[in-house]
């Protein structure tokens, strides 16, 4: 229930208040933090299995979009108790991540002005064994023909993990491209599933090097598609499905289903916080994220290819 007089939200058993709630966030299209906030709400049935018991990166704009961005790791000391913490280490000590396992603790990072929720590949409790691989395919340029490529890569992307046997979901970003998720058992370290990630990636690049690469380096890759893997390493993150991106329209990360790639109408951008809900009751990945597998056989498959 949102009672708009006092500000507040209820939500799991608690009411959350949200402070300045006509604080427009997204200026060009009047979303204010209210709204931000109806949304998380509404599409938090859909999202919480994808945050629960991951350490977040928390995407900040107190001002708005077009105000400066904060990227929170620690969390403060400030938030309520029962927003769960997890500390992880980091190269010189630890970090105090925020988890979000409920409705009530999303709409408080909301109240936060946190717009977009970025997660680590893997839970607490199993830190070092990442339970999903990312693959971000990122074009050069953001029009039509660029998304086009992005499409060519997606196809081929999933081709080869067919050929491997593993499972793989598609999700835009919000932004310029598309993720490929690749759901594991969570046998393989870090080093062991970045490492195979990129074997992938390489494969996919050397087959239509004119379109892809791996290039880390901008200038080295030119008008081509980067096939980046880097999400896949330990406390790197990637944006979350059903995530606001801080872009005008407030467009949001949507899975979607295979048969959806090659919709004309499909882009990076094509659902926002207004019907970003219709297309999560459409369950798009079905019971895709139960097909988890173990990267031994696929690995043996791939030493094959090479």
Same mark, same amino acid.
């Given at each position: $229930?949102? %009672?708009?007089?006092?500000? @507040?939200?209820?939500?799991? /058993? ?17 979303? +204010?933090?209210?709204?931000? !906030?109806?949304?998380? #709400?509404?599409?938090?049935?859909? $999202?919480?299995?994808?945050?629960? =018991? ?11 979009? %077009? =105000? ?24 010189? /000590? ?8 409920? +409705? ?18 893997? #839970? ?16 050069? /340029? ?7 490529? *992005? ?19 598609? $999700?835009?970003?919000?932004? @310029? =491209? ?18 195979? &990630? ?30 980046? *893997? ?31 790639? $090659? ?8 659902? +926002? ?7 999560? !009751? +459409?369950?798009?990945?079905?019971? &895709?994220?139960? =097909? ?5 056989? !696929?690995?043996? #498959?791939? !030493?094959?290819?090479?």
């Amino acid at each position: $229930m949102n %009672d708009r007089q006092t500000h @507040r939200i209820r939500a799991g /058993g608690r009411t959350v208040p949200i402070q300045r709630p006509d604080k427009v966030l997204f200026p060009g299209d009047g979303i +204010t933090k209210a709204d931000l !906030a109806d949304y998380y #709400r509404a599409i938090a049935p859909h $999202m919480l299995p994808h945050l629960r =018991g991951r350490p977040l990166m928390l995407e900040r704009h107190p001002d708005g979009i %077009d =105000g400066p961005r904060f990227m929170q790791k620690n969390t403060p000391d400030t938030y309520p108790d029962w927003v769960r913490r997890v500390e992880v280490d980091k190269a010189d /000590g630890t970090v105090c991540h925020t988890v979000c396992d409920n +409705t009530a603790t999303l709409i408080h990072l909301v109240d936060q002005a946190c717009i977009t929720f970025h997660r680590w590949q893997s #839970r607490t409790g199993r830190l070092e064994r990442p339970d999903r691989l990312v693959f971000d395919l990122d074009p050069s /340029g953001d029009s039509a023909e660029d998304f086009e490529t *992005v499409r060519r890569a997606a196809r081929q992307l999933g081709e080869l993990l067919d050929d491997l046997r593993l499972t793989s979901m598609l $999700m835009t970003t919000g932004s @310029r =491209g598309l993720h490929v998720i690749v759901p594991l058992t969570g046998d393989t370290d870090f080093d062991g599933t970045r490492s195979f &990630a990129q074997e992938i990636a390489d494969i996919l690049a050397a087959r239509d090097p004119d379109r892809l690469t791996t290039a880390v380096r901008k200038q080295a890759r030119g008008d081509r598609l980067y096939v980046d *893997v880097q999400r896949n390493g330990y406390a790197q993150t990637a944006v979350s499905p059903y995530s606001v991106r801080a872009r005008p329209g407030a467009p949001v990360a949507t899975p979607i289903s295979w048969d959806q790639l $090659m919709d004309p109408d499909v882009g990076p951008r094509r659902w +926002t916080v207004a019907d970003a809900l219709d297309q999560a !009751a +459409t369950r798009p990945w079905g019971d &895709a994220l139960g =097909g988890r597998r173990t990267l031994g056989p !696929a690995g043996r #498959r791939l !030493a094959a290819l090479r």
